[in-house]
């Protein structure tokens, strides 16, 4: 074999190479791979985000939700989202910022986990969602637990209740990242890990395996808006308030 048989070989050999290496199962350098676990009887669609990263989708009712936590670090237009790190200064942001739970550089875990977003990098004109998509007002989040309420009539959609069931239909089965004794069986798709939070107050991590934050763009004032919230000890969903610059998981909801 000649030297320039040789130098094809090689070219035919890396190109090869590179399509197994970016393949679904296995993911392209730089992204990591999730380890959720999704409901097998369900279907899922997908939506990539700016940054590539593609993500499950679902339909429940009349709306299509991610099936996944948002991990992208630009916003639409292509500007970068600042990674803020350091406790004090994330303590003192009034503009958007996201980071990783307790600033993980493992990528598998970003990927199954996705980030943590403060609200104002929610409510941002330049969307931090796919093209289609935004984060889901609270309105929104009250039309899916109300759908997943099934008639049961234990959700108030108006106070800051929980209710007995829906967080249970919502979250990912069994115990590979949610602590004991989650009851969760996923039924509706969607999915929720427990992704944690990042605290203003203080900048500090908590509630990692425990519980899982989603924001909504919908303020209560100006210093909290609603979100939603489960807990590996229920299977309840929670609507209440926190500050507008907690770290905390991002759902997208399609336009």
């Known amino acids: 074999m000649n030297h320039k048989h040789l130098v094809y070989s090689f070219i035919l050999f890396s190109f090869s ?4 290496c970016c393949s679904k199962d296995n993911p392209a350098p730089g992204k990591g ?3 959720a676990i999704f409901n097998p009887n369900k279907e899922y669609g997908t939506v990539t985000d700016i940054d590539g990263n593609e993500y499950k989708t679902i339909t429940i009712g009349t709306q299509t939700w991610m099936a996944e936590n948002l991990r992208v670090t630009h916003y639409q237009n292509g500007d970068p989202i600042p990674n803020v790190k350091d406790n004090v200064v994330w303590s003192q942001l009034s503009t958007g910022a996201y980071c990783s739970f307790n600033n993980t550089k493992n990528l598998d875990s970003i990927a199954t986990f996705g980030y943590l977003y403060n609200w104002f990098t929610c409510v941002d004109e330049r969307n931090l969602c796919p093209d289609g998509w935004h984060v889901p007002s609270d309105e929104e989040w009250t039309t899916l637990v109300t759908y997943l309420d099934n008639g049961d009539n234990e959700f108030d959609p108006n106070g800051t209740g929980t209710n007995g069931l829906v967080g249970g239909r919502m979250k990912e089965a069994g115990t590979t990242h949610w602590a004991i004794p ?8 969607f999915t929720a ?3 944690g939070s990042r605290e203003y107050s203080d900048g500090f991590f908590y509630n990692t395996q425990r519980r899982c934050f989603y924001w909504s763009t919908s303020k209560f004032s100006n210093i909290v ?3 939603r919230s489960m807990s590996a000890n229920y299977t309840s969903i929670v609507r209440q308030v926190l500050p507008n610059g907690n770290g905390m998981a991002v759902r997208c909801i399609k336009d």
């Open 17 to 20: 190479l590179n399509l197994v």
């Open 225 to 227: 808006s609603f979100e």
């Open 33 to 35: 791979k999730s380890s």
């Open 193 to 195: 890990l427990p992704s």
């Open 182 to 189: 989650n009851q969760g069986d996923n039924s509706s798709g």
